[in-house]
Every structure is written in C-alpha cells, then in structure tokens.
C-alpha cells in the first residue's frame, strides 16, 4: 500500500497532502497493459482521486466519481474512490487505454494531446445512504489534469490551490509516482503566498524527488518553504480496490429490461461481462439469465 501525508504550514495558514503513488500505479498500469502516455495520464487521475479521497470525503458511504472527457484519442476516463478509515481506495479506466503518442516538444509525455482540452471535467460527490449527490463541472484547462484539477478547486469549491502530479515510467514500468496539493486558508499573507509560489517554482518535479528517495516530509517542506510545517497523520495510505461481483453485474443485466434480456437468451443463449475497472470477467449461463428474468415479473 502507498503512503499518505497531511500536513500544515505557516502556522496553520495552509493545508498539504503529499502522496506517493508508485504501488498503485503500477498496479493499474499491468491491469489494464497501459502504454507509456496512458500510464502517465491514469497515473496522474488516479493520484489526484487518491489525494481527493483523502481530503474530501468524511464519512465511509461517501464516494467521489471523476470524469474527464477531453476527446482526445484516450477517449473518456473515469475513475472513483471511497474512502475506508486512514485509505482511500481508487479505481479507474480509459476509454482506449492502448494509445501512444510521440514525446512532447519538451521532451516529456504527451499527457494533454491524449486527453485533450475540448471537453468537461466532472466531480460526482455521493453518499450511498441518502443518495445525494454534487456534480461540480468545468472545461477542460490543458488536459495535463493538474490544471485541470486547479481549474475546478478554483470555480467550484472557490480554494486557491496548488496541485503537482507526476509518473516517471521506464521499460520496465512505473519508476515513481505521486503528487501533493496545497490549499490556501483565507488568513493567508501575501508573503506566504510568495513563498509558496517562489518554493514550488524551485522545485524538481514531484516524482523526480521521490525517484531521489525524498520522504514526503522532505517533500512538503520543499515545496511550502516552511521548515516548520507540522505533520498531522502520517499514516495514511491509497490503494487500488475494485468492488465488483457476479452480483452486481446481475443487477445490470436486470436493469436493461426484460426485451433487451430475452433478445440475449433467445439469441445468444449466454451473456459475458467484463468489469472496466479490473477486467474481471463474469459469464451468465443461459439458466442464470433466465433466473434474473424471473425477478422482472
């Protein structure tokens, strides 16, 4: 399981968390056999849900669901995490996880071309018990989904905030990965903002530190300025978890309808589910569907 820090600095001024996401990377890079360019993209979405789900949600029935559609050749992406105690548990998938691109004129992963901009990012806050749900959606900033992310912290929950996300991939797979955000509080001094942003200008990128063996702690102090931040948890952690079950995927096929249901019986005589998220497989025998049909009576 990777490892999650929250922080404080300047006196309680400005809030951090800083993530590392290496584990979790990789893991969702061999489920799905990324490329290169789709490691770096669900790699960075996937550290962002994971720092999100370790900030915004409060109660184990909340969720958040992500959806980036910027009609690029990657095609949509989603992603989804909840949170259990000290973890925040993240899935997510690409449209067309097999895409890969040319290096960017400067040298690095060509993140943006294959998420592109002309499209929406889209926040769905859910709680499983009173069924509420928020959608916070914005327009698509770069595609590189940090400033994407920026974007809509600053439109739809009005917070200054600074987010880094970074995957560094070798032929071998996911060298590091992770991320931080800092968010301002509204008693924050011109100076310290000033600092904050001389400090983060100066830095390396994120996953270049990791990949250098800087803890998290040397990482917040690094990018706030503050040699004096204070460590609130230090213990918390993001790992990758999908929840999906012959059950469920019973559920999907009860909820397509009873004409959809009997073209598969009579036509197929079978049905095959994939989950998007782990690609776990289920088969439905033709008793089975016909079982689920019974249940629409």
Do not use: W
């Given at each position: 399981?990777?490892?999650?820090?929250?922080?404080?600095?300047?006196?309680?001024?400005?809030?951090?968390?800083?993530?590392?996401?290496?584990?979790?990377?990789?893991?969702?890079?061999?489920?799905?056999?990324?490329?290169?360019?789709?490691?770096?993209?669900?790699?960075?979405?996937?550290?962002?849900?994971?720092?999100?789900?370790?900030?915004?949600?409060?109660?184990?029935?909340?969720?958040?669901?992500?959806?980036?559609?910027?009609?690029?050749?990657?095609?949509?992406?989603?992603?989804?995490?909840?949170?259990?105690?000290?973890?925040?548990?993240?899935?997510?998938?690409?449209?067309?996880?097999?895409?890969?691109?040319?290096?960017?004129?400067?040298?690095?992963?060509?993140?943006?071309?294959?998420?592109?901009?002309?499209?929406?990012?889209?926040?769905?806050?859910?709680?499983?018990?009173?069924?509420?749900?928020?959608?916070?959606?914005?327009?698509?900033?770069?595609?590189?989904?940090?400033?994407?992310?920026?974007?809509?912290?600053?439109?739809?929950?009005?917070?200054?905030?600074?987010?880094?996300?970074?995957?560094?991939?070798?032929?071998?797979?996911?060298?590091?990965?992770?991320?931080?955000?800092?968010?301002?509080?509204?008693?924050?001094?011109?100076?310290?903002?000033?600092?904050?942003?001389?400090?983060?200008?100066?830095?390396?990128?994120?996953?270049?530190?990791?990949?250098?063996?800087?803890?998290?702690?040397?990482?917040?102090?690094?990018?706030?300025?503050?040699?004096?931040?204070?460590?609130?948890?230090?213990?918390?952690?993001?790992?990758?978890?999908?929840?999906?079950?012959?059950?469920?995927?019973?559920?999907?096929?009860?909820?397509?309808?009873?004409?959809?249901?009997?073209?598969?019986?009579?036509?197929?005589?079978?049905?095959?589910?994939?989950?998007?998220?782990?690609?776990q497989e289920y088969d439905f025998s033709k008793e089975e569907l016909l079982e689920i049909r019974k249940t629409l009576e």
């Open positions: 399981m990777d490892r999650a820090i929250k922080g404080l600095a300047y006196e309680g001024k400005v809030s951090i968390v800083a993530v590392d996401t290496t584990e979790l990377v990789e893991r969702i890079r061999n489920l799905h056999d990324l490329t290169p360019t789709t490691t770096a993209a669900l790699g960075r979405v996937a550290t962002i849900a994971g720092m999100m789900g370790l900030t915004e949600l409060k109660e184990k029935e909340d969720s958040l669901t992500i959806q980036i559609n910027g009609r690029g050749p990657m095609g949509s992406i989603v992603a989804v995490v909840e949170r259990e105690e000290a973890k925040a548990l993240v899935k997510v998938y690409a449209q067309n996880p097999n895409v890969e691109l040319p290096l960017a004129s400067n040298g690095k992963i060509a993140v943006g071309q294959a998420v592109g901009t002309d499209g929406f990012l889209n926040i769905i806050r859910q709680n499983e018990i009173t069924k509420t749900a928020y959608n916070g959606l914005v327009p698509l900033v770069s595609g590189e989904i940090a400033e994407d992310f920026t974007q809509y912290f600053a439109q739809s929950q009005q917070k200054p905030t600074v987010i880094a996300l970074g995957v560094l991939v070798n032929k071998n797979g996911v060298k590091r990965s992770g991320g931080y955000m800092i968010q301002l509080m509204p008693d924050a001094t011109e100076e310290e903002i000033s600092k904050i942003e001389e400090s983060v200008s100066r830095a390396q990128p994120v996953s270049e530190m990791l990949n250098q063996d800087k803890s998290l702690e040397e990482i917040v102090r690094t990018v706030t300025g503050d040699e004096n931040a204070l460590f609130l948890i230090s213990d918390l952690g993001i790992e990758f978890r999908c929840d999906c079950s012959k059950e469920r995927f019973a559920d999907g096929l009860a909820s397509i309808g009873k004409v959809e249901l009997d073209k598969i019986i009579e036509e197929d005589g079978k049905a095959n589910t994939k989950c998007h998220f782990c690609n």
